[in-house]
Each structure stands twice: as C-alpha cells, then as structure tokens.
C-alpha cells in the first residue's frame, strides 16, 4: 500500500512540474527539442534521468543475481557510451542543426530516401527499448499492489502518453531532471540502509568469492561457455549504441552550442558513474538474502523484493516503496523520451509533408504507445537487459556507423548509408529474433545471436565503408562535413 | 502579427492550453537545418577548415583508441588473470573492485581530455580566423605564445602554425558563418 502512495505521490510530483513546462512548450519545434532555453546542468540531469532506465533500476541488479558480477560490463558500456558521443557526436550533431538522426541524414547526403529509411530504424529501436520499460512497469505495480501485470502495463502507457501530451520536450526536460535525483536518492538510500543491516556476516557473505562461474568478472551469456567474447560482444553493444539511441542523440540539440553539447556529454559520464555504484548492491545482496529468486521466480524484481525480505515490518515496507519509486521513475521517465523520439519519427520524418503541427505529433504519441503496449504484453518472461541490449545492438549496427562516417569522413554516399543501415539492421534484428526461437546448445554461435555487436557492427561499418567507395560523393559533401567540425563565432566569446 | 482574426483584449478559453499558446506566440524560435553547402567558401577558409578537420579527426581516433584500449585491455585483463578474484583489497576481491569503481574515473579522464583538446582546436581556428590580416603577415610565427588570451592557463598548442600562414587574412569574412 505505501508503495502505491509512493508512485501515486512521484507521479503527482512529475505531473506538476510538467504541467509547469505546459507554459513553455509552443510549438512542433519547442514540443520536441525544448527550443535550446534549457540550462547545462539541467540538460546533464535530464540525460542522465531518461538514460537510466529500469533497465538500470530493475534489470542491472536483476540479471546480476541470474548470471553473476559480469553484468556490471553492462553498466560500464551505458557510461562508456557518452565518452564516444562527446568525442565523436554531440558537438558536429549539434553544429548540423539537425534534431533527429533522419534529419542529420537529410543534412549530410541530401537525400529524403534516406530520412524515411531512418524514421523506420528509429521506430525499430524505440520500440525494443519501450516494451522492456513497460515490462518494468508491470512487474513493480504487480508487486505493490497485486494487480495483474497486464494492467500495469497498460497504466503505464496511458500515464507516459498523458504526461507528454501535457507538455512535450520542454516538461519533459524538467521532470527528467527530477527523476535522475529521485532514482538516484531511492536506490542509494535503501541500497545503504540494506548494507549497513545485512551485518558484518551478510556483508562478507555478500561478497564472498565462490568458484562458480557467478564470481567471474566476465558476462557468459546463455552459458554459452565464451565469457570474454560475450563481454566484448555486450561491451561494444551498449558503448556504440548509446552514440546511435535516437532520443539520446535528440537530447543534444537542447543544448546551446557544440562547445555546450560536448560538455554535457562529460557531465553524464559523472552522473551515470555515480549512479551505477548502487544496483550492484542489490545483486549482491540478493544472492544472500532472496537466493530463490534465481531458480523460481522473476529476477528482475530483486530490486524491489529485497528491502522486504531484508527487513520485515514497517521499515521494509516503507524502503519498498522508494524504491518501487524509484524504479517507476525510472521507466516513467525513459519511455517519455522514447515516446518523443518514436513520434518525432512518425509524425515529423514518415510523413509526407515533413514538419506539422502540435496535434499530428500527439496523435503518433497516442499511436506509439499504443503499440508498444500491444508488444510488451507477451514479453512478461524476457529478461529486461536482454531486451535493452538487442535495442542498443541495433542502434550500434545502425545509427552510430552512420553518425560516425558522416561526421568523420566525406566519402560517405547515399547508396553506401542505404547498404550499411540496411544490412545492420536485418543482421542485428534478425540474430536476436533468431536467439529468441532457436535453441543452440553451446558455443560462440550462441554468443554472437543473443548478443550480435560483434559482428554486426563491423559488417555494418564495412558494408558502409565498402558499398561508398563504388560510387562517387557530391561535390558539396566536403564542405557539408567540414561545416560539422568549423567553430562559428556564437561557440566563442572570448575568441 | 501572428493572432489572426483575434483582437488582442479579448482572451476567450476556447481551446486547450497549447493550442492556446501557439495561436498567441509572438514569434516562433527558428533552428533549421544547415542549407547544402553551395560554393561560397573560398581557397583560405576551405585549408583552414580543411586543416581544423583533420585536427579534429586525429583526436577523434586518438580518444576512440583510449577508450577501446581501456574496455577491451580491462576486461581481457580480468579474462587473463583469474588470480584477481582471489587478491582482496579491503573487504572485496580486485577483480570486482576493477570492474566496479576502477572504470569510470578513467572514462570520465578519456572524455574530459579529449573535450579540452577539442576545445582548444577550436580556439586556434577561431583565432586565426578574427586574427587582424596585416599582423598575422607579419608574426605568424609568435601567435602561438602571444594569441592565447581567451583560453585557460595560456598554453600554447603545437601544430597551431599548421593552419596560421594561409588562413588567417582570408577567413576574415565568415563564409562558414
């Protein structure tokens, strides 16, 4: 029950402050990116608050108890990310002007085929993130408040849409930047409280090393028997798909200049180092103190199970529902950014008119999350990291290839994008559709279909690469990549 | 301008609230996208840009390879020396401790490092850009020690000659904007 009022009292909570934002968000332009008004710390915070997801708050501890400390490489990759996009992305991403990654396409080759091949990519991708969020969703309101998942599920989605009708970008950047500090005080608050009552015994329990294959600092997948491949494969996943995640990249043109963009890159890096201290703590712990979870039962509510089974009484239910909280902010504020991008997609790329207005937008919301709802209902039994790392597996086989060539090279054609997005899109979506069905017994294969970075990402650069260098680049596609890279007298006061 | 067929006094409810407020926005924020570059950059922006660029570039491959060099060498490291598991420092076992806590300060160096060296390849472009074209004639040779007023700590960069001589009059204009 008092995790109910928790979650009743965060969404109150986020509702005022969107509502607030209402007063700012006037246009297509401002609905989606926040017209650039939105202050550096804040755009840190607000990154920082939609990249966490529950992915961070449920699965990380979650796939943690299942397969051991290796997941941790997880949490690594999501920061590593923001190194590639303040050393390769943020800054040119910004100077282009473009809000989305079809429009940096349509920027850099000129080309409309192009825009709508990647509307659909971002499509593919937003919706692989949005059905373990919604999952994430369901699985904590079942366990606060004995509803049946599906219910959950489709709260979840009626509460993401409302909120970001009510506002667009700009609530939306506030109430991220809300949520970063609410996931963060709700994990580590019950995570030290958890640690400091696990006692002396627990603690050394906790962090015994066994000669299982769980103390391994590596991440086996599947028990496929590779662990250092999978690592790399996982490593490479989650680092070069967090440079290609559509409502990441989104994020980046709220800021005011290149210098900024690339700033706040560095600035997420802290946060996020600083957050992804905690939900090991939960893993560890859970093995101690919820060790049935592993066999029998969901591991992705660890989280949310454990202060309850740590500390009966009032304090249990009480640190319950924080971090039930927590975890509902988490997905609260992710799917709103992914909802953004989607519809930002939808309404704004596929559409045959290009830019619209405010009520097209709402109605790809509405239809967005319509289906990611449909989706996530027969998804209840799938690990949400499995799921969170198929959707940064496309995005690394996708977007990052195409973002990381066109900035950085100027030999990049239409036809050479068309063949890499389109080869690293069936390879990445096809392995992971391919694990989910087949049951290969053992080995690498197993490796590189549950998680196929390893070899869809550099299929996917070389087939860019390779499918360009046959044809010839426009003229104007030097100046169109020096352009990205050429500080203009705004970045520089003091020059 | 843009409250068409609305006298201004009158304020009526009769629509939600963002509808509201884009019927009575004064002027809408303008961002677009960059045009295609059409042909007006000439000879001295185009080498310095071209310069800036590749600059750029070799920074950006310098700090990809740092960072694949940590990732991959740390965990091929844990992979290569199972010996870490059984090494305690305080309470918990190296190898978790480097997988916990040791990565990120060196994510956040790598990052942190390259934005600073971007951002001082900027400045030098930016400099010899506003620099005055019958002084940089004369001392292209010294701009690297006297120019660096604006940047922290006045440290000189090596390599700023590179695009000194032949961009510094001609870039004046700012075709690049």
Redesign the interface.
């Known amino acids: 029950m008092t995790g109910l009022l928790a979650i009743g009292l965060l969404l109150a909570a986020s509702m005022l402050i969107g509502v607030y934002g ?2 700012a ?3 297509t ?2 609905f989606l ?1 926040a ?2 008004e939105v202050k550096p710390t804040w755009n840190a915070l607000a990154i920082a608050g939609e990249y966490v997801s529950a992915a961070s708050v449920l699965g990380l501890a979650g796939l943690m108890l299942k397969h051991g ?2 997941t ?2 997880y949490a ?2 999501f ?2 990310g ?3 996009v ?3 992305v943020a ?1 040119p991403m910004r ?5 989305t990654v079809p ?1 940096f396409a ?2 850099r080759l ?1 080309s409309q085929r192009i825009r709508k091949l990647c509307a659909v990519i971002v499509l593919v991708i937003m919706w692989l993130y949005l059905i373990p969020q919604f999952k994430g969703a369901g699985v904590v309101l079942h366990l606060v408040s004995g509803t049946p998942y599906w219910v959950g599920v489709v709260l979840a989605g009626l509460v993401v849409s409302v909120s970001i009708l009510a506002g667009g970008m700009r609530s939306a950047t506030y109430v991220q930047g809300f949520h970063y500090l609410v996931k963060l005080v709700f994990i580590a608050v019950p995570a030290l409280v958890l640690l400091a009552s696990a006692g002396p015994d627990g ?2 329990e906790a ?1 015994h ?1 066994d000669l299982t294959a769980w ?4 991440l086996d997948l599947d028990n496929s028997g590779e ?2 491949l999978a ?2 494969s996982v ?1 490479i996943a989650t ?1 070069l798909g967090a440079a290609g995640l559509p409502h990441v990249i989104m994020r980046f ?1 709220t800021t005011a200049t290149a ?1 900024a963009a ?2 706040v ?2 600035w997420v ?2 946060l ?2 600083l957050f ?2 905690f939900p ?1 703590v939960y893993g560890l712990l859970g093995r101690v103190f919820t060790p049935e979870l592993a066999t029998e039962g969901d591991t992705d509510t660890v989280t949310v199970v454990l202060p309850g089974a740590m500390l009966p009484g009032t304090w249990g239910a009480v640190l319950t529902a924080l971090v039930a909280a927590g975890a509902f902010a988490a997905f609260l504020s992710t799917s709103s950014g992914l909802l953004l991008a989607l519809a930002g997609g939808l309404s704004h790329d596929l559409s045959r008119t290009g830019a619209t207005g ?1 009520g097209r937008l709402r109605a790809a919301v509405a239809a967005g999350a319509l289906v990611a709802v449909l989706l996530s209902l027969p998804a209840a039994a799938v690990d949400i990291n499995v799921l969170v790392g198929w959707a940064f597996a496309v995005a690394a086989s996708t977007f990052c290839p195409l973002l990381v060539l066109g900035i ?1 090279w100027r030999g990049l054609t239409v036809a050479g994008a068309a063949a890499g997005l389109a080869a690293g899109v069936c390879a990445s979506t096809g392995a992971a559709l391919a694990s989910a069905v087949t049951d290969v017994p053992h080995g690498w294969v197993v490796v590189l279909l549950a998680q196929p970075a390893a070899w869809t990402v550099p299929l996917a650069f070389a087939v860019m690469y390779g499918v360009s260098r046959l044809g010839t680049p426009p003229e ?1 596609a030097e ?5 990205l ?5 705004a ?2 006061p ?2 | 301008m843009s409250l068409p067929s609305r006298p201004p006094h009158r304020r009526v409810r009769i629509t939600s609230p963002q509808t509201r407020i884009a019927l009575s926005r004064r002027h809408r924020p303008v961002q677009q996208l960059l045009p295609v570059p059409d042909g007006t950059m000439d000879d001295g922006a185009l080498a310095a840009a071209r310069a800036t660029f590749a600059r750029q570039r070799r920074l950006a491959l310098r700090s990809s390879a740092g960072l694949a060099a940590l990732l991959l060498g740390l965990s091929g490291l844990l992979a290569a020396l199972p010996v870490l598991d059984r090494v305690s420092v305080g309470p918990v076992p190296a190898s978790w401790l480097l997988l916990m806590a040791a990565s990120y300060p060196m994510l956040l160096l790598i990052a942190a490092v390259h934005v600073r060296a971007a951002e001082r390849v900027e400045d030098d472009a930016v400099r010899a850009r506003t620099r005055p074209p019958t002084a940089s004639a004369e001392t292209t040779g010294t701009t690297g020690t006297t120019g660096t007023t604006g940047s922290a700590g006045g440290a000189t960069v090596p390599g700023v000659t590179t695009e000194g001589p032949p961009s510094g009059p001609a870039a004046d204009e700012g075709p690049l904007r």
Request: hydrophobic share 45%; net charge positive.
């Open positions: 209402v007063r968000a006037r246009s332009p401002d990116v017209s650039q400390i290796g941790l490489w690594v990759g920061t590593a923001y190194v590639v303040a050393a390769l800054g100077r282009s002007g473009a809000y429009d349509d920027y000129g603690r050394a962090l090393v103390s391994r600092p590596l662990p250092l690592t790399w490593l680092t043109s210098r690339r700033r890159a560095v890096i802290v996020l180092g992804y201290l090991a405010v950085w104007w100046r169109a990549v020096l352009r890279h050429t500080p203009d007298a970045d520089h003091s020059g």
